[in-house]
């Protein structure tokens, strides 16, 4: 199996989103049916939600929408709001060596689930480079300040109201410039799902945010974050991606003050952090480094390195061949 990761620059709305729209809607769709259409809110729904919690992006929704072709379910699928729910693996860790703070993330999922899109924009005046998901989503990414951001699934089966996170890490990029104020965009609006985001900022302020649709978000200044929230709360999903061996191997090497960045980065693609269980939902696709200070990031795998930064970012093409382990 294979993935191809394109460098994509459209800094604003246009043409280019709109191919990357029509090529990735007919998986987007099958996707958004999977509960029945009835389990989908309706437009009016989605398009309050929108407004009564993230009203500096409605524009930005409008436009996309209007580039999709206008229908009522591009619409909804699009908002992101109460989406067909999903989960995925994932480690992150804020790396802190002198006064140049890294975020360090491994994304684990279906590859064939995986748009592979990494897209430069400047949708709501603010430059940002990210790992597109959900059509304008972010797995993980940075903005032109220094503001770098990721998400990891929180290990929790329940469901409720709120957005899909990818969105509300869209919203994070674009609408702030600081850890700070991530931590308060987060604070105020809802996931629909448990999610762990890992935030820092040029500066080196942190913070890990475990977010959940059925209590109030808890923030932390833990520095490792895997698929549980604090305590494990979901015991087969637990074992099955190892979130807590990961977690404290990641633990124990922050906290090592011989460990070195480059070996601390290395460890993601070795185990037990880096996966190949890509069969069962939860293999390593890409690992990023994110850079603060220099804007520039890394995507990392065994055998290829390709960095991208907001001075010179490469419209070019990856492609990652993976072997399914059929395990961790």
């Not at 890490?169 to 410039?177: H, Y």
């Not at 549980?228 to 090497?253: D, G, I, N, P």
């Amino acid at each position: 199996m294979e993935i191809t990761f394109r460098g994509v620059r459209e800094l604003e709305l246009g043409q280019i989103w709109k191919a990357l729209f029509h090529r990735s809607w007919p998986p987007y769709e099958h996707w958004f049916l999977r509960e029945g259409e009835a389990k989908r809110p309706g437009f009016m729904s989605c398009k309050m939600a929108l407004e009564k919690y993230l009203p500096e992006i409605v524009p930005t929704w409008e436009r996309l929408v209007e580039l999709s072709g206008g229908g009522d379910r591009e619409a909804r699928l699009l908002s992101l709001y109460r989406p067909t729910p999903y989960m995925a693996g994932c480690s992150q860790a804020v790396w802190q060596r002198d006064g140049r703070p890294l975020l360090v993330r491994n994304y684990d999922y279906f590859p064939e689930r995986l748009e592979g899109t990494i897209l430069m924009s400047a949708w709501n005046g603010v430059k940002t480079i990210v790992q597109s998901d959900c059509l304008w989503g972010v797995l993980d990414g940075m903005n032109e300040h220094g503001l770098a951001v990721s998400l990891a699934f929180g290990g929790r089966r329940e469901v409720g109201d709120g957005f899909g996170i990818p969105l509300v890490l869209r919203a994070a990029l674009e609408l702030c410039t600081t850890a700070a104020e991530a931590r308060d965009l987060l604070a105020r609006v809802p996931t629909h799902m448990s999610y762990n985001v890992s935030a820092v900022d040029a500066a080196g302020s942190y913070f890990t945010a475990y977010l959940a649709p059925d209590r109030p978000p808890h923030f932390d200044d833990d520095r490792v974050a895997t698929n549980h929230q604090r305590e494990v709360e979901w015991e087969r999903h637990a074992t099955a991606v190892r979130t807590e061996e990961r977690h404290c191997f990641l633990s124990e090497k922050v906290a090592d003050h011989s460990e070195t960045t480059e070996r601390f980065v290395q460890r993601f693609l070795e185990p037990p952090v880096f996966s190949q269980a890509y069969g069962k939902g939860f293999g390593t696709l890409y690992t990023a480094v994110y850079d603060p200070v220099g804007r520039e990031v890394e995507y990392r795998w065994r055998n290829h390195t390709w960095r991208q930064s907001f001075d010179e970012f490469d419209e070019g093409a990856v492609t990652i061949h993976y072997k399914d382990a059929r395990g961790v």
